[in-house]
């Protein structure tokens, strides 16, 4: 049976809804924040940036100290309140209806959330991505990946209801990547517990 974005959102939201608390009081762990800061150096002083899967806000806060105008989306309407406090423009969207005209962002963040979408949909979520963000623009991509892919709830999970994951190995992950953007680069990172952290810079081409 197909698993589709659309079944996975009324859970995704609820889960998410009820850990923006918790959530928001968890300190960022060094590789994420060297994975965040290797994005910032290649964007342009001032570039207009949007973070899908925003959760808290706590990404979208520390781009928007460094100068970045900044727009978060987030599916969890608790998740955007918190957005709200820190001062962050933020709006309440899925990721196949980022209501913004094309071309408006040079750079799109989306940090361990396209891992909700399943493989069926990702090929539609990432040329919504693509509309919205102006010829050349960056996009980073990060997700936990495997040597096998696997759709569906995991178990030890601790949100409830459990979340809908999708694992991708590194050759699917670039396969799908590579249909919608150029790969600016694309690495591994080893986050321990057998877990591997697959990182992607994209580009908009300049021509379509």
Do not use: Y
């Given at each position: 049976m197909t698993i589709r974005y659309a079944e996975v959102l009324s859970p995704l939201r609820a889960a998410y809804d009820s850990h923006a608390a918790w959530r928001d009081a968890l300190t960022?762990?060094?590789?994420?924040?060297?994975?965040?800061?290797?994005?910032?150096?290649?964007?342009?002083?001032?570039?207009?940036?949007?973070?899908?899967?925003?959760?808290?806000?706590?990404?979208?806060?520390?781009?928007?100290?460094?100068?970045?105008?900044?727009?978060?989306?987030?599916?969890?309407?608790?998740?955007?309140?918190?957005?709200?406090?820190?001062?962050?423009?933020?709006?309440?969207?899925?990721?196949?209806?980022?209501?913004?005209?094309?071309?408006?962002?040079?750079?799109?963040?989306?940090?361990?959330?396209?891992l909700h979408v399943p493989n069926h949909d990702l090929p539609a979520v990432l040329a919504a991505i693509r509309v919205v963000l102006r010829p050349g623009g960056l996009f980073f991509v990060g997700v936990y990946g495997g040597n096998e892919s696997a759709e569906g709830p995991i178990s030890g999970d601790d949100h409830k209801p459990p979340r809908f994951f999708s694992f991708r190995t590194d050759e699917q992950l670039l396969a799908f990547a590579a249909a919608s953007f150029d790969v600016v680069d694309f690495h591994s990172v080893d986050v321990g517990g057998g877990h591997r952290f697959q990182s992607l810079t994209l580009r908009r081409p300049d021509l379509d």
């Open positions: 960022k762990e060094p590789w994420k924040v060297a994975e965040r800061q290797a994005f910032r150096d290649r964007l342009a002083p001032g570039a207009r940036l949007l973070e899908i899967g925003a959760g808290t806000g706590q990404d979208s806060a520390w781009f928007q100290q460094e100068g970045f105008a900044v727009v978060a989306a987030d599916l969890s309407p608790v998740m955007v309140e918190h957005c709200r406090a820190k001062g962050i423009e933020a709006h309440v969207m899925d990721f196949l209806q980022l209501d913004f005209p094309a071309s408006s962002f040079d750079a799109v963040f989306a940090m361990n959330c396209l």
